[in-house]
């Protein structure tokens, strides 16, 4: 039982860094990355969330080395492709970067879902869940825009995510927020998907948005229910 607690104190407690780092570098982006007009100071703020999302998922020593090997290699691939201003390189470095996330965020959604008792980790990792979700589709909206700069429109016009002297990532912050209003189903619609494939992805965000906040708190309802239960 003392293990079982010390395991559900750790993972509290590294939830709840990642869920911090997570809060802290979109706060970061939406309020800094737009005054930065060279490329490496956004790729290193938004590479912090998966390093520690890797710190997080440490307990497979071997699947920590192959995220790392694959953000060394995403790494890697987006300076190639900012030195020789090519832009499929960067596409792969985004993608790869987006199936780090996607990793991680499967990772802790499992680990969520093999709690049987309300704690502290089980809220924190839900959490984390829920804005890794966005983070991980905000990377996808962005490789789909450096493909295609139609693929996000604002005021009816391209979003700014070309190799034209600018950094290729200064439309980060308003992906980032698309990504987050299109899960939370606000939706403004200051900024809309505007070819099939990016409203198919925003389809499924949205519907990533309805599901898992209702389905992360009908099992915590139904596990305080069990808890309770057993108290009795």
């Known amino acids: 039982m003392k293990e079982d607690e010390r395991a559900r104190r750790l993972d509290a407690a590294r939830f709840g860094v990642l869920a911090a780092t ?3 570098t979109i706060g970061a982006v939406m309020v800094a990355a737009p005054l930065v007009h060279g490329s490496i100071r956004p790729v290193i703020v938004i590479s912090v969330p998966l390093l520690v999302g890797l710190w997080v998922v440490s307990r497979s020593a071997r699947l920590v ?7 060394v290699m995403a790494g890697a691939i987006g ?4 030195a020789e201003r090519e ?3 960067l596409i792969i ?3 790869l970067r987006a199936g780090v996330l996607a990793y991680v ?3 802790l959604a499992a680990e969520v879902a093999r709690q049987t008792r309300v704690s502290l980790d089980t ?3 839900g959490i984390c869940v829920y804005l890794l979700i966005a983070f991980c589709y905000a990377h996808v909206y962005l490789a789909l825009h450096l493909a295609d700069s139609g693929s ?3 005021g009816g016009k391209p979003l700014d995510a070309f190799l034209d002297g600018q950094h290729p990532f200064r439309a980060i912050p308003d992906i980032l927020y698309f990504s987050y209003a299109t899960l939370s189903t606000v939706a403004y619609g200051d900024i809309t998907p505007a070819t099939p494939l990016a409203r198919f992805v925003a389809i499924t965000e949205g519907i990533f948005g309805q599901l898992y906040p209702t389905i992360f708190i009908a099992r915590l309802v139904s596990l305080n229910i069990a808890q309770r239960q057993e108290y009795r």
């Open 152 to 154: 996000l429109v604002a």
């Open 105 to 107: 965020t499967f990772w």
């Open 87 to 89: 832009l499929l390189p």
């Open 79 to 82: 300076v190639f492709s900012r």
């Open 123 to 125: 809220i924190l990792g």
């Open 65 to 71: 080395a192959s995220g790392a090997l694959v953000i």
């Open 22 to 24: 997570l809060l802290l």
């Open 93 to 95: 470095d985004v993608g």
